[in-house]
């Protein structure tokens, strides 16, 4: 299984971003897909994620701005970003949550949002 994540890069305050994620590979069952950010010195924390059902969770930083969304297939995670902030910066990461309770995780991209 692999998660190829891609769209970061550097963008003003009040920009927007989509970062995307192809998963390949074969996963019996898909659970959840997510994204998770980690800061310079900070942990990595959940961003925002969908159940195979559709259902949505955000952390509670994103306050509106970010939308999660996949594609019927699973194979695909996307993460419409508006409205960014400095503190937004980070890596990002798409993560695939699996029916054994297995996760995988993409290599990151980076998200720089300059002041």
């Known amino acids: 299984v692999q998660l190829q994540a891609s769209g970061g890069g550097l963008v003003q305050t009040g920009g927007s971003l989509r970062l995307s994620c192809v998963v390949s590979?074969?996963?019996?069952?898909?659970?959840?897909l997510a994204w998770y950010r980690q800061a310079p010195g900070k942990q990595r924390e959940m961003v925002a994620s969908?159940?195979?059902?559709?259902?949505?969770n955000y952390a509670a930083f994103v306050e509106g701005r970010f939308t999660i969304s996949t594609n019927s297939a699973k194979n695909m995670v996307w993460l419409e970003m508006s409205s960014l902030k400095p503190e937004d910066t980070g890596v990002y990461y798409c993560?695939?949550?699996?029916?054994?309770?297995?996760?995988?995780w993409g290599q990151g991209t980076q998200v720089t949002v300059s002041s």
């Open positions: 993560n695939v949550l699996t029916s054994g309770s297995d996760h995988y």
């Open positions: 590979g074969t996963i019996f069952w898909i659970n959840e």
């Open positions: 969908i159940t195979n059902g559709g259902r949505k």
